[in-house]
């Protein structure tokens, strides 16, 4: 799976990449930083700076201004093909990873009626911070489900 930064400009980016399980840096800092970073980890630097692009080799300008478009043009770009579901997600707030954690150690650190309503929950193993699944995480994974289907639809799959 490759690895990206995402620079100042691409907080959203960075988040929704981290649902798709991609290990992804949002990283504030100017341009000579962000390029020794990518370098030193392996990432692809995205960035929306095409005289910051053309000074990497693994780096990528994005033309779009939304989101959406942001991530269909990355995933198209790089021919990635990522499942449309949290399963592998990374924490959106990190970047750290989550693992399981038993609905008994989530009691205390949730709302109350996430405690008695949500029965999975995962951890992010760097900041602490406990995942669940309602309807907000349901939100997001049809946003990821219409892009990925935006996504075979470019390759010419049966509508
Ligand atoms: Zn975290």
Redesign the pocket.
Known sequence: MPQFVCDAMLGSLARWLRFFGFDTIFFEGAGRELLDLARRDGRWLVTRNGALAARGPRSICLMSETLDGQLKELLTRLDLHPAPDLDNAR?S??N?ELENLPASKAIGHVPPHVARTANHFRQ?Q??G?IYWRGTHTKRIVERMQRICATLDAGKGAPA
């Open positions: 924490c707030a990190c750290g992010c760097t900041c911070r």
